[in-house]
Every structure is written in structure tokens, then in C-alpha cells.
């Protein structure tokens, strides 16, 4: 049997079986009264922020009628993240005569350096005009930035009295670079460490897990950066415990 008989028969089969089943537990098909704009896609879970793009994060509307003009209102629901942070650039999408696609932009209200580059930034948006699709008039993007692979470093710990070696990804962003030390101390734990010049800086964040009080391990830190070596004094810490004291850790880049 050729594969245009196999496909012929896997059609045959399928509408039989569907036209033996209940009618009656087949959904109401969705089909609006009128023309409608919706978001084309529901969740768009990986928009790059960078210089490329300014660092906004474009999102795609869909029409069902090509005729004439249209005009959408959009919403951008606030959250921490992104408060005071991003906005739309308009609050208003308009598709000329023709056109099945329009496109509405949220921007920094930031410099780029004032951006954290260690978080994902989530835009919950929704049509609010009456021209909105009563199924499709909600869209989630999620944005970051993207690390370049570096290679794999090689890291002494003072504290763990031991050395290991670590996959490290790179950023610039502005006048900072950042490395992403991929599981340094623990599995699924990603270290950042932001680099000015030759300041080194390690935020406050999560780092290790202790199995022995049974609580997430935090550090935070400074240090310097000689040509491929990123000395540090790093506090491990677990909130309202206590610290196990600073420790001089080092980081050597490939």
C-alpha cells in the first residue's frame, strides 16, 4: 500500500469514527456575529529584551475581517515587576484596509541598566474595545534577557573547602556585564554576578539549599575582577537563622 492510500484511510477511519459519536456531547462551535480582533496567540512565553529591539516586546494582533479599518483598545495589567517600569507605547491598535495582523508595543520607561536582567517580566494584556473576540482577548507575553554561553569556568569555594567546574553564560547591558554561573552551588540554582569596570557585585539572591536546617541558603556580596579571575567575599546566609559567615570565593573564566 503507497502513503497516499495509508492517509486516505487514516481520513476514512477518523471521520467515521467521529460521525458514530454522541452528537450531543459535541461543544457549541465558536462563531461570532460580527468581525472580531483577538490576540494571535494566548501565552508568548519567550521575547528577548536588547538593544535590537530597544528593549520593548511587540505583540501580535489578528483580525477576522480584512475590510476597511479597525481600531482596538488595549490593556496592560500592572504587576511589581513591571510598575512604574513599562507601559504601552499606545493604548490603541488600528489595521489599515486589507491588513490581518497589527502589532501593539510595550516600552521601557527606564534606561536599559535599570532594567534587572535576572528577572522574567510578565505583560498580562486584554482587548477591551467592543470589537474583542469573546475567546481570544487575553494574551500573557513573557520577556528576559538572553545570556550568551561563555564555556566553563572553574570555581573554588572557600566555604565548601573544594573546587568545581561551572557552565557560565555572559550579558552586557550598558556599562555592566553579567555572568550566569549555571548551578554553582546547587542543582536548578543559577548564581548572577554583575561586573562594572572592575567592581564586582553579587544582589542578594538565592544560592544552595541546607539539607542540614532544611532551608534555602541566600548569599550576597562583593569582590573584583583581574583579567579572567572574579575574586569574591560572599555572605551565606538563611533568613531569620542566621550567617555562616563570609567566605572568599573565586571564579575563573574560560
Same mark, same amino acid.
Given at each position: ?12 477511519? &477518523? *471521520?467515521?469514527?467521529?460521525? %458514530? ?8 462551535? #465558536?462563531?461570532?456575529?460580527?468581525? #472580531?480582533?483577538? +490576540?494571535? %496567540? ?17 505583540? &501580535? ?6 475590510? =476597511?479599518? *479597525?481600531? *482596538?483598545?488595549?490593556?496592560? $495589567? ?7 517600569? +513599562? ?7 488600528? +489595521?489599515?484596509?486589507? $491588513? ?20 522574567? #517580566? ?18 500573557? #507575553?513573557?520577556?528576559?534577557?538572553? +545570556? ?13 573547602? $573544594? ?8 550579558? &552586557?547591558?550598558? %556599562? ?14 543559577? &548564581? ?28 550576597? =556580596?562583593? =569582590?573584583?575582577?583581574? =583579567? ?19 567566605? %572568599? ?6
Amino acid at each position: 500500500m503507497n502513503i497516499m492510500k495509508k492517509i486516505y484511510l487514516l481520513i476514512t477511519v &477518523v *471521520a467515521l469514527a467521529l460521525s %458514530s459519536c454522541d452528537q450531543e456531547n459535541i461543544g457549541t462551535i #465558536y462563531e461570532p456575529d460580527s468581525p #472580531y480582533v483577538s +490576540f494571535a %496567540s494566548s501565552v508568548v512565553p519567550d521575547n528577548v529584551l536588547s538593544a535590537n529591539n530597544n528593549f520593548s516586546v511587540s505583540c &501580535v494582533l489578528v483580525r477576522s475581517d480584512l475590510s =476597511g479599518s *479597525a481600531t *482596538a483598545s488595549i490593556e496592560l $495589567e500592572m504587576n511589581a515587576d513591571i510598575d512604574g517600569v +513599562f507601559a504601552l507605547e499606545s493604548n490603541s491598535v488600528t +489595521f489599515g484596509d486589507g $491588513e490581518g495582523t497589527a502589532y501593539v508595543k510595550i516600552v521601557p520607561l527606564v534606561s536599559a541598566d535599570q532594567l534587572d536582567p535576572t528577572k522574567t #517580566y510578565v505583560f498580562k494584556l486584554t482587548i477591551t474595545s467592543d470589537n474583542a473576540s469573546e475567546l481570544y482577548n487575553t494574551a500573557t #507575553y513573557k520577556a528576559g534577557f538572553k +545570556f550568551d554561553y561563555v564555556g566553563t569556568a572553574n570555581f573554588t569555594s572557600e566555604l565548601f573547602e $573544594e573546587g568545581w567546574t561551572v557552565e557560565v553564560y555572559k550579558l &552586557v547591558v550598558g %556599562s555592566k556585564t553579567l555572568y550566569k554561573a549555571k548551578e554553582l552551588y546547587d542543582v536548578g540554582i543559577d &548564581v548572577t554576578i554583575t561586573v562594572e569596570g572592575n567592581v564586582v557585585t553579587v544582589e542578594d539572591q538565592l544560592a544552595w539549599y541546607s539539607g542540614y536546617y532544611e532551608s534555602d541558603v541566600r548569599i550576597v =556580596g562583593t =569582590g573584583t575582577m583581574d =583579567g579572567k579571575v572574579i575574586s569574591l567575599t560572599l555572605e551565606h546566609y538563611i533568613p531569620d537563622l542566621g550567617s555562616f559567615g563570609e567566605y %572568599s570565593e573565586i571564579l575563573t573564566l574560560p
